[in-house]
């Protein structure tokens, strides 16, 4: 019988291919290009890139199985104690062409922590998604939820909502007043099972959202990639690229994690934009369009009707 572990890692290996060929059909040029790389430490992963395509300027979903010695800094900046460890997980990051195609992210992993005899000690899942779009389009942030509160609300009509706000409180730049990354979407992490069903749940609840990753991105790019755009909707989708550069060097957990246990770096940091711009105090006309996407990241709002 497979063991637990072995289930996710295929599940995860099974979303990784299909997400990928979901893009490509998307973007209709480019093609994921594939590396597989393996971890001094133990373990390894499968870094997957697409690039210079017809809507997608860069993007990545990586998949790795990695595994170690708790460390020092593990126990220190982590929290992490024990004798070992074993994580599984994907990521993705698509940083679309058109500015009016939203930037995208999505993490679902699972960790297992073991003690001297091999015994696990601790074990959780994490994961979600979120949508940074350069300009506010309210029925792509209502579509963008609505998909993942369906896929929730078998597991509870208490998951979206709690888990709609962490995803608000955790994408955000504190040292920029509190604001956030984008317009949210669902965040979690250290789901603990009490028992085997309970594990058994935490997974099915991880591939239900795992599967609804296209369903909830696809029809946004479908809708916005031919619309036309200039200069000036370049300038500030590179402003915000900064702010999500900022975000994912300075307060990321998941960027932290992969650097502090030696993680490949080229997959880590797959994330950033192929470029962004800083200029100094940028503040948008208001009632411009650029003000109300800023707006939108200033002051977290309910997307799904009847919560």
Same mark, same amino acid.
């Given at each position: 019988?497979?063991?637990?572990?072995?289930?996710?890692?295929?599940? /995860?290996?099974?979303?990784?291919?299909?997400?990928?060929?979901?893009?490509?059909?998307?973007?209709?040029?480019?093609?994921?290009?594939?590396?597989?790389? =393996?971890?001094?430490? %133990?373990?390894?992963?499968?870094?997957?890139? /697409?690039? +210079?395509? #017809? $809507?997608? *300027?860069?993007?990545?979903?990586?998949?790795? $199985? $990695?595994?170690?010695?708790?460390?020092?800094?593990?126990?220190?900046?982590?929290?992490? +104690?024990?004798?070992?460890?074993? #994580?599984?997980?994907?990521?993705?990051?698509?940083?679309?062409?058109?500015?009016?195609?939203?930037?995208?992210?999505?993490?679902? !992993?699972?960790?297992?922590?073991?003690?001297?005899?091999?015994?696990?000690?601790?074990?959780?899942?994490?994961?979600?998604?979120?949508?940074?779009?350069?300009?506010?389009?309210?029925?792509? #942030? !209502?579509?963008?939820?609505?998909?993942?509160?369906?896929?929730?609300?078998?597991?509870?009509?208490?998951?979206?909502?709690?888990?709609?706000?962490?995803? +608000?409180?955790?994408?955000?730049? #504190?040292?920029?007043?509190?604001?956030?990354?984008?317009?949210?979407?669902?965040?979690?992490?250290?789901?603990?099972?009490?028992?085997?069903?309970?594990? *058994?749940?935490?997974?099915?609840?991880?591939?239900?959202?795992?599967?609804?990753?296209?369903?909830?991105?696809?029809?946004?790019?479908?809708? !916005?990639?031919?619309?036309?755009?200039?200069?000036?909707?370049?300038?500030?989708?590179?402003?915000?690229?900064?702010?999500?550069? *900022?975000?994912?060097?300075?307060?990321?957990?998941?960027?932290?994690?992969?650097? =502090?246990?030696? %993680?490949?770096?080229?997959?880590?940091?797959?994330?950033?934009?192929?470029?962004?711009?800083?200029?100094?105090?940028?503040?948008?006309?208001?009632?411009?369009?650029?003000?109300?996407?800023?707006?939108?990241?200033?002051?977290?709002?309910?997307?799904?009707?009847?919560?």
């Amino acid at each position: 019988m497979m063991e637990f572990k072995e289930k996710w890692t295929t599940f /995860i290996h099974g979303l990784q291919e299909g997400i990928c060929q979901g893009l490509e059909e998307m973007d209709g040029k480019a093609a994921f290009i594939s590396d597989e790389w =393996k971890r001094a430490g %133990g373990g390894g992963g499968l870094t997957r890139v /697409i690039a +210079d395509g #017809a $809507v997608f *300027e860069k993007g990545g979903v990586n998949t790795s $199985v $990695v595994w170690g010695d708790v460390t020092d800094p593990m126990r220190s900046q982590l929290k992490i +104690d024990g004798s070992t460890w074993f #994580a599984c997980g994907l990521s993705l990051v698509i940083h679309p062409l058109n500015p009016y195609v939203p930037t995208t992210h999505a993490n679902w !992993r699972y960790f297992e922590v073991y003690d001297s005899a091999g015994a696990v000690i601790d074990r959780w899942f994490g994961g979600g998604s979120d949508l940074t779009p350069y300009y506010l389009f309210e029925e792509d #942030a !209502r579509h963008f939820h609505q998909v993942f509160k369906d896929a929730m609300d078998p597991f509870g009509a208490d998951k979206y909502p709690r888990y709609k706000k962490w995803c +608000d409180e955790y994408f955000v730049n #504190a040292h920029r007043g509190n604001e956030m990354r984008g317009i949210g979407g669902v965040f979690y992490d250290h789901l603990r099972p009490a028992t085997e069903e309970d594990a *058994e749940q935490l997974m099915d609840f991880q591939v239900a959202n795992g599967n609804a990753f296209l369903s909830a991105y696809g029809p946004i790019v479908i809708r !916005r990639k031919e619309l036309p755009y200039g200069e000036s909707e370049k300038e500030w989708q590179e402003i915000r690229r900064g702010r999500y550069v *900022e975000f994912n060097l300075i307060h990321d957990r998941g960027t932290l994690f992969g650097l =502090k246990t030696q %993680g490949r770096t080229e997959s880590i940091l797959m994330s950033l934009p192929p470029r962004a711009r800083w200029g100094y105090n940028y503040q948008p006309q208001p009632g411009s369009a650029e003000a109300e996407l800023l707006d939108a990241c200033l002051h977290p709002r309910e997307w799904v009707s009847g919560e």
